[in-house]
């Protein structure tokens, strides 16, 4: 290897010269090589160090936000206070904030009980989805199970109150469920809260005088709310419970199946079938007594084609009950796949898909976000813990937008297909001479 340029001076005497090699490419490119190097180490280091910075500076600025969320709900304007709702509402439905939350129960925990209590219908509807969004987050523990004791008399109260808004008492029975089916661990709290809802939706059973089983709008949205909440708390009802529930509600329910609103057929004949499903699971020899006379009534939903009902409401209606009939008739379910990031998730029971229907309807957007990191959520439909997974690989299981539209394109297209070649079309054949 080339040696380096050197100066030696003795005693001061004549200076001594020797020969000089030019510095070579190959002593460039390795000193090249090794400042780039430490530069490139020291530089990653120091990105690293600002980006734990940043993220830790915009935690605490997110936090103190939700801070003064919290704190506003306690202010005497209800604009502020519904804001603070919204606010609350928005962070629990798209973030995991456990630590942050337990630290605050009691305080969020007495802010919503004082919006249901003072609060008019916007702001209590609000206070109650973010009641439920509270026990989500602490998930199934002690401190859920607080909150759900402290609210459940309040939306008791609101329920039975005949004087308050339907939308408030529909948003008050959902949350009502959703409470106790994340924090309840007692049987008797199960039974008592089942028992809430059943009082308001069993009023709605048609008696043997009546041509349909409601009197008003108010009433029937009302019933179909309390309704959905009791099926909810039906998946996680112990066998205890059941047999009961079927002598009850099994002759009765298909009486809601002649209801004038789409939306309570809907719902009832979901029930049945799940109702139908957990007792085969029970049972294997399992018989239903008016078969012939239930499967005539969902055969003439499923193929419904009254000119009277709305288009939408008629396809509605044949789409849900053509699978409600499969699995009374059959036992069977289709099954459907839910993505999210690198996984997935199949729903391939009524019992699923009646605890992810409600999952969805209160996180919304951020549904794939707890399917992903939320402890709980994941733990009701057995995915087990949280995939560690880094930036680059969330980012390799994203698809591009150029792609989503391509492939929306297609299904798109083959849908229209599809359809134009089912489609009934009418032809002109004119007059004949």
Same mark, same amino acid.
Do not use: W
């Given at each position: 290897?080339?040696?380096?340029?050197?100066?030696?001076?003795?005693?001061?005497?004549?200076?001594?010269?020797?020969? &000089?090699?030019?510095?070579? !490419? #190959?002593? *460039? /490119?390795? $000193?090249?090589?090794?400042?780039?190097?430490?530069?490139?180490?020291?530089?990653?280091?120091?990105?690293? &160090?600002?980006?734990?910075? !940043? #993220?830790? *500076? /915009?935690? $605490?600025?997110?936090?103190?936000?939700?801070?003064?969320?919290?704190?506003?709900?306690?202010?005497?304007?209800?604009?502020?206070?519904?804001?603070?709702?919204?606010?609350?509402?928005?962070?629990?439905?798209?973030?995991?904030?456990?630590?942050?939350?337990?630290?605050?129960?009691?305080?969020?925990?007495?802010?919503i009980e004082r919006c249901l209590k003072k609060g008019k219908s916007e702001e209590q509807c609000i206070a109650a989805h973010v009641a439920s969004l509270l026990c989500i987050q602490l998930g199934s523990s002690i401190e859920s199970e607080e909150v759900f004791k402290s609210l459940r008399p309040i939306f008791k109260t609101i329920l039975f109150d005949e004087s308050v808004s339907v939308q408030t008492r529909r948003a008050c029975a959902t949350s009502l469920a959703v409470c106790c089916y994340v924090a309840a661990d007692d049987i008797e709290d199960l039974h008592l809260t089942m028992t809430y809802l059943e009082t308001v939706f069993t009023t709605s059973y048609q008696k043997e005088d009546q041509t349909d089983c409601f009197h008003s709008t108010q009433t029937t949205t009302l019933g179909i709310s309390t309704l959905v909440a009791w099926t909810l708390l039906l998946t996680i009802c112990p066998p205890s419970l059941m047999k009961k529930i079927?002598?009850?509600?099994?002759?009765?329910?298909?009486?809601?199946?002649?209801?004038?609103?789409?939306?309570?057929?809907?719902?009832?004949?979901?029930?049945?079938?799940?109702?139908?499903?957990?007792?085969?699971?029970?049972?294997?020899?399992?018989?239903?007594?008016?078969?012939?006379?239930?499967?005539?009534?969902?055969?003439?939903?499923?193929?419904?084609?009254?000119?009277?009902?709305a288009k939408t409401d008629r396809k509605k209606q044949?789409?849900?009950?053509?699978?409600?009939l499969k699995t009374v008739e059959e036992g069977d379910f289709d099954p459907e796949t839910i993505t999210f990031g690198p996984e997935c998730m199949y729903i391939d029971s009524w019992v699923k898909k009646r605890t992810y229907e409600t999952f969805k309807e209160l996180l919304a957007s951020g549904v794939r976000f707890h399917l992903q990191a939320n402890e709980f959520v994941r733990s009701v439909f057995e995915l087990g813990p949280p995939l560690l997974l880094d930036a680059a690989t969330l980012k390799a299981a994203k698809t591009s937008r150029i792609e989503r539209h391509f492939y929306n394109a297609a299904v798109c297209k083959a849908r229209t297909k599809a359809r134009n070649k089912f489609r009934d079309k009418r032809l002109d054949i004119g007059e004949y001479v």
């Open positions: 290897m080339p040696k380096s340029k050197k100066r030696n001076n003795k005693g001061g005497g004549g200076r001594q010269h020797r020969a &000089v090699q030019p510095f070579s !490419d #190959e002593d *460039a /490119s390795i $000193e090249t090589m090794s400042r780039c190097s430490s530069f490139s180490d020291s530089t990653s280091l120091a990105d690293e &160090v600002v980006d734990d910075v !940043d #993220e830790e *500076a /915009s935690q $605490e600025d997110y936090e103190y936000k939700l801070k003064g969320f919290i704190d506003s709900t306690l202010d005497k304007s209800a604009k502020v206070r519904l804001s603070a709702l919204e606010g609350l509402k928005s962070a629990f439905s798209s973030k995991i904030l456990y630590d942050f939350i337990l630290e605050r129960r009691v305080t969020l925990t007495d802010s079927f002598q009850t509600h099994l002759t009765k329910l298909p009486s809601l199946l002649s209801c004038g609103d789409v939306n309570m057929r809907i719902a009832a004949g979901e029930t049945m079938a799940l109702l139908f499903e957990l007792a085969r699971d029970m049972c294997d020899d399992f018989e239903y007594e008016d078969m012939e006379l239930l499967c005539g009534k969902l055969k003439s939903l499923a193929t419904d084609g009254n000119k009277y009902r044949r789409s849900v009950f053509r699978d409600v």
